[in-house]
């Protein structure tokens, strides 16, 4: 059993920065994807960014390369999800989420069914 805990969300002016971290207890995060999705008011959830703990390698949706970096620690077994030039746009609840599954990319880890473990989420909320 795996269980996520997101912190670090908030209120933030657009344009400002924001750290969203993403702890695990019950396994260390070893060879899994750690992914982040978001969902705004009225939207579906979306994928925003992920990491493969394995190598490291990290993926991000159009909306958001360049302006986030999402990253890990082995120490804390805690991912992270720096957030920077905030738009109004990406103001929503974020979620961790856990693929326990052999750590390897697939065309699927898009998608929130690729997931088995979710944290409860975090609210983001950008303001003009």
């Known amino acids: 059993q795996v269980q996520v805990v997101e912190s670090g969300g908030g209120l933030v002016q657009a344009g400002g920065s924001l750290r969203l971290s993403c702890a695990a207890s019950g396994r260390t995060f070893s060879n899994y994807v750690i992914a982040w999705f978001r969902q705004g008011p009225g939207k579906e959830r979306e994928f925003v960014s992920a990491i493969t703990w394995s190598d490291g390698s990290t993926y991000y949706a159009d909306s958001v390369q360049g302006r986030f970096t999402i990253s890990g620690d082995n120490a804390k077994n805690t991912v992270y999800l720096q957030m920077n030039s905030l738009k109004l746009e990406d103001t929503a609840i974020y979620y961790c989420?856990?693929?326990?599954?052999?750590?390897?990319?697939?065309?699927?880890?898009?998608?929130?069914?690729?997931?088995?473990?979710w944290g409860q989420g975090t609210q983001v909320t950008v303001s003009s």
């Open positions: 989420a856990a693929d326990i599954r052999p750590g390897i990319w697939r065309s699927s880890s898009y998608f929130p069914r690729a997931y088995d473990y």
